[in-house]
Structures are given as C-alpha cells and as structure tokens.
C-alpha cells in the first residue's frame, strides 16, 4: 500500500537515479541504461511531481523541460567582470606572452612556467551561481560587467548539475564556463528546422547562443545544448586551492563537467606541443574550437598578475588559422550523385584554407546559387570545417567583374546526355537516365555493397572504379556472376583478393529484407523507410504491387516517399534488375506477422504543438517503448493525435477524419489505462 512516506521516498529514489544516469550520459559518455528506460523512470517522476506537488524539489531533473516563457531577461551585474582574452596569432605571441609574465612577476628568465592549456570553445560564456549545493542563478557574460539571467534556460542543459554531488564545496561560490552545442546536436537541429519551415542556424555557436537566449525555456529544451566550466568568479580566498587545475579538479568530484582534453604544460614549448596536437585533432572533437586557451597554474601568481581593463595578463588565446578565406569562381560544374541529383560545385582559384590547399566548394543546388547570386568570376568568401567539403559562404558584390557569368542549369546530364528534370517546388535537379546513367552506376554499386545496405567487404570506391573500368560489371546483378579467375586478373588484385571477394559475396546473399530494399538506392528511401516498407508489406512481392494510396498507409511514408517507391517498381529496368538478384541468389528470412506483446503495439500517433510536461522526443519514446508507431502526418490509419500549445493544421486534419484526440493529460491517462488492460 502506497503511503505518504512511501510515495515521497520513491521521488527521492528516482531523483538520484534521473541523475545518476544523467552523469553516465552527459559526463561519462557511459550510459548504462537505454532511452526507454531512462524516460520511464523520468515519467514516473512526472507523474508523482504532478500528483503530489508538494514532492517537487528545485533540483528534480522534471526542472530541466522548461518553465513558461519569460516576458525579458533580467539584468545581473558580475561581482567580478567576466573578462575577454587577449590573441596570439603565432608563436612569437606566446614567447612574448611569457616574458612579460616572467617580468612582471620578477622571475629569472630560467624560470619555469607551469600553464593550464585547453580547447578555446566556440560558444557562449557563462556564470553558475551556487548556494549550498543548489543551482540558483546562471548568467550570460554580457559586456563583461553585466549580463542577462538565463538561469530559466541553463536549468535545462543535462550536464549542468541542479545540485552538487559529494561533499565539500563552499556555501556559496561562482563557476564560470562555456555553454556550446556539439556538431553531431547542431546538424540534427538544422534538419529539424528544415523539415519545420523555420530558419537554419548559421553555425553551432550561433545556435547555442540562440537556443540559451530564449525567453521560453521549453525551446531550450529541446536543443542539444552543453556545458564545459574552466574557471571561478565569486569562491572564498581561503577554500582556494594553490593551482588552477586542482580546482578544475574539484569542480569534476561535485558533478560540475570538465573538458577533458584539459591539460597542465610547461612553458611555451609546452604550449606549442599541446597546440600543435590539438590542431591536427581539432576536427575530431565532437565540438568547434578556435584556439588554445593558456592560463597560469598557480593562483596565487594570477591574483599578483591582476588584469587590464578588458582582459587578465595571466591568460592568453592561441588562436588557429582562420578557415574562411576569399578566391574567384573560376567554372561552376556540375556533378551527378548516386540519386541522379545535380549538384553544382564552385570551381576556384587554389587557396589556402586552415591550412589545407582547396579549389572546389559546394553550392549545394539551384535554389542555393540564386539565394546568394554566385556568378563565374565572383569574388567569394569560402569556409571549411572539418574534413567536410568546402562551401562558398557569400560573394563579395564590390569585386564583381562586368564579364561575370550568371550559371544556367544544363539540358542535359553532363554524364549520360538524359534530360535533367526538376520538380515544381523542388530545389534539387536530376538526371533521368536512371540505372543507365554512368555516374549513377558508380554510386549505386558502392551504395549496394556498402556496410549498411548488402555489406559486401572489399567491395569498396576504388575496386567498384575498376571493375567497372574493365567491363566486368555494369549493374549490381553482375557482381554476382564474377569468379576468381577473371578478378585475378586485375591489377593489384591476386588470387588471394579475388577469393576474399567472391567470399564476401557470397556470404552476401543472405540478407534481410529491409537491407535488400535499402541496398537498391530508390530515393528517399534509407534504413528506416526500408524497414517500415518492409514489416508494413512484409513480401518483396507485396511491396512492388503496392499502389500510391497503400503506400502512403506506410508509417511516414509521405506522398514524396509513395511517389518515389512506386515509380521506382513500375520501371521494366529496375524490375529486371531486380529479377537477376533474385536468380543470383539473393535471399532473406521470411517476416513473421508482429504479435501484439506490447500495449501499444498496432497503435498509430502523431503529434502537433508543444508540450508542457515533456519534450515531443520524450513523448515519441514513451510511445515507441510501449509498442507504438508515431508518424509525421494525419491519416486515416492514425489512432490517436496528441496536441499541445500553438498546434498546426494536423489538428483540423484529425477533427476532419474523426480522430481521438488528446490533452497531455488524456494522453497519459490514454496510455495508463492501456498498459492496465494489457496486463
């Protein structure tokens, strides 16, 4: 039987285990239990915290979905300004940098210097504030001496403890650090903004300042946001440690996430060291960095170094080389990719980029080159991130040459001769010339045989060329026709290779349905489409008789999607292509009828609205962890919609085809009483 004390105590449990497995997460990349786990467990504490509100606690990680939205922020002034940091460019910089500390400090030009090095992160500064252990103001960095409080929106960012953990922190104390958004989060967010029909972000920095200066801190919620702190304001003299790092240190035992790619140096060859391996590292790191931030060690030199008006004379920024530059345009050219799509690429003048020579960039479509009037013999600005191809970011107007040429999409396929074809309302041309085209015939073979689709090993770019080249094969059906005599005889291939090869291809032949599908490249249809066609159709049979209308009955499968699929099977060369697989030997395991072991299993929702008790992302694995399907688009197979604030038309959608719809409240009665009947 529940009691008071019970049901209190079971709020306490699962607010140390929400944050505990929050730790493993966001601090340790460590998880230890899956999402549906983690959301149950952080659903039944919305449940109580709803039920009994006097079990609500400011640290309870529900804090974290967001309070109603703020009508402006509040202004906070810095006990201690947050200052910026002085560049170094080279290392003459850094040498510099270091005699004067070794003069102001009166040392012996011999003297060593001990540094604490770290990553510069490209995102925004800000102030923690806390009190016995508990969160209770966060503040942007502002001009340096007064900033904004966003304590509403930090409170959501998971790696930023509510509360500290261990023991030993002071009653009240100041940590200062860098809130930013890593590349993998800020891609994902981009797409969502697409798909969305709102405005994309410019770069990550840009949306983790964006997303933290929201006055609604459900959006905030939502964004991939995280924290790395790197120093303190306000902290009582005498709880200071002698060195900067063992306070960094410490901040890790209380919960508070530290980079770890912070580092202790000696001197400015150690500096150099460390900058130099960063460098060759930085796009490996899940996060965008600028620079090496070198700090004095020893606090007590900090304190006797002191700071000038608009930065401290213990620290400095070694910043890399920029990555955006400008050139000319000398061609645009088009490429064709394994979908047919034509994509323009900016032929340039070579220039140096980061340190790496480029003469090509992206102008991704039509649309892209219209949008930023980008001409032959423009003068342009070209950024590159990562390993990433290069892309023209904006013309410079002024330096536009009388003879310059506005580009005009091709007739034909610059590869095959087939007419170019573009949709109304799309973007994005392509050639026509299907499985015909020689460009697409490349793509395809290594899109059939790669990892995720037939994952044919050794079958990789520069082997499919060269079969290719040879005239051994000409679609995906000859690759299983090849033998070992005839691959021997290519070179750098032996008889080794060959035997390997015709191996992989063989152990290829048995596959499963949703890869075959994948496997076959018809556009937009990747891993997750192939799988819903398939356990939705369930036969290869059944899915190439399929009309428009019993497509769209698939789990997000739009109209584009049906539309796609369906010409794709109505094609006498993608039908006999397909046939010759089939002959060659290609099988799969029959798909067994789903059982309906799960309460929600069968069930079809969508949702439209934002919602005040959880994230959609939270509701979507609420329902998918029971059983449920959650589809993109109202039809008539769609079970029930979930509404909340500000929904869009997907509303009148469902009250015209006379769907249930529910409150967040009725939809999680909705479920309860569903997972009761199912038991």
């Not at 401290?312 to 061609?331: G, L, M, N, Q, Y």
Request: hydrophobic share 40%; net charge negative.
């Amino acid at each position: 039987m529940n009691t008071p004390e019970t049901i209190e105590a079971r709020a306490i449990e699962l607010r140390h285990l929400i944050e505990y497995h929050n730790q493993r997460y966001y601090q340790f990349d460590d998880p230890s239990i899956s999402d549906a786990d983690y959301d149950a467990l952080m659903h039944e504490l919305l449940a109580l915290e709803q039920a009994y509100p006097a079990l609500q606690t400011p640290d309870s990680p529900t804090q974290r979905v967001g309070a109603a939205p703020l009508r402006s922020f509040r202004a906070v002034a810095h006990h201690i300004p947050m200052l910026s940091l002085r560049n170094a460019f080279d290392a003459l910089a850094v040498e510099s940098f270091q005699r004067d500390i070794v003069k102001l400090l009166g040392l012996s030009e011999t003297a060593a210097i001990e540094y604490v090095a770290e990553p510069k992160l490209d995102g925004l500064a800000v102030s923690l504030v806390y009190e016995n252990g508990l969160l209770i103001q966060a503040a942007t960095r502002g001009d340096g001496r007064t900033g904004e409080d966003v304590t509403h929106t930090v409170k959501t960012i998971r790696n930023i403890p509510l509360r500290l953990t261990g023991a030993g922190y002071p009653d009240h104390f100041e940590v200062r650090g860098e809130v930013f958004m890593p590349r993998q989060g800020f891609l994902a967010l981009n797409i969502r903004q697409q798909q969305a029909g709102e405005k994309l972000f410019a770069n990550p920095r840009n949306a983790a300042a964006g997303s933290l200066r929201q006055l609604n801190a459900r959006v905030s919620a939502e964004r991939p946001l995280q924290f790395y702190c790197y120093g303190f304001g306000v902290y009582p003299k005498e709880r200071l440690p002698s060195t900067l790092i063992g306070l960094i240190q410490q901040f890790g035992t209380w919960g508070l996430p530290v980079s770890p790619e912070t580092r202790t140096v000696l001197d400015v060859s150690g500096c150099l060291v460390y900058y130099q391996t960063l460098s060759h590292r930085r796009h490996a790191l899940p996060y965008d960095v600028d620079g090496i931030v070198y700090k004095i060690n020893r606090l007590d030199w900090q304190e006797i170094l002191g700071s000038r008006t608009h930065d401290p004379c213990w620290a400095i920024a070694h910043k890399f080389p920029a990555e955006e530059v400008s050139t000319r345009v000398i061609d645009i050219q088009v490429q064709v990719g394994r979908t047919g799509a034509l994509t323009p690429v900016a032929v340039l003048e070579p220039v140096s980029v980061g340190g790496v020579v480029i003469s090509h960039a992206t102008l991704h479509n039509l649309d892209e080159i219209h949008r930023k009037d980008i001409r032959v013999g423009d003068t342009v600005r070209v950024k590159r991130a990562g390993d990433v191809i290069p892309r023209v970011e904006s013309v410079i107007p002024e330096y536009r040459p009388e003879n310059s040429l506005v580009f005009q999409l091709p007739e034909r396929c610059p590869a095959c001769g087939s007419t170019v074809e573009m949709e109304p309302g799309e973007a994005i041309a392509r050639c026509s010339g299907g499985l015909y085209c020689p460009a697409r015939h490349k793509e395809s073979i290594r899109h059939f045989a790669s990892r995720r689709a037939m994952d044919i090993e050794g079958l990789g770019e520069k082997r499919v060329d060269q079969l290719l080249e040879s005239g051994l094969i000409t679609t995906v059906a000859d690759l299983y026709h090849l033998d070992v005599a005839r691959l021997a005889q290519l070179e750098r291939m032996g008889v080794k290779s060959s035997e390997n090869l015709v191996e992989a291809l063989a152990k290829s032949r048995q596959t499963t349905l949703p890869r075959f599908l994948h496997a076959l490249g018809i556009r937009e249809v990747g891993e997750v489409m192939a799988e819903n066609l398939a356990n939705h159709f369930q036969t290869l049979s059944a899915l190439m008789q399929a009309d428009i209308d019993q497509l769209q009955a698939v789990p997000d499968a739009g109209p584009e999607v049906a539309r796609h699929v369906h010409t794709f099977f109505r094609q006498d060369h993608n039908r006999n292509v397909i046939d010759q697989l089939l002959e060659a030997g290609i099988h799969w395991p029959d798909i067994a009828p789903k059982q309906n072991s799960l309460p929600l299993t069968g069930k079809s929702f969508v949702i439209t609205g934002t919602l005040s008790s959880m994230s959609r992302d939270e509701a979507k694995q609420l329902i998918k962890a029971r059983g449920g399907k959650v589809t993109s688009r109202v039809s008539r197979l769609t079970t029930c919609l979930l509404v909340g604030e500000s929904p869009s038309s997907k509303l009148e959608e469902a009250q015209a085809l006379n769907i249930t719809i529910l409150d967040e409240s009725g939809f999680l009665a909705y479920i309860t009483k569903k997972i009761h009947d199912h038991e």
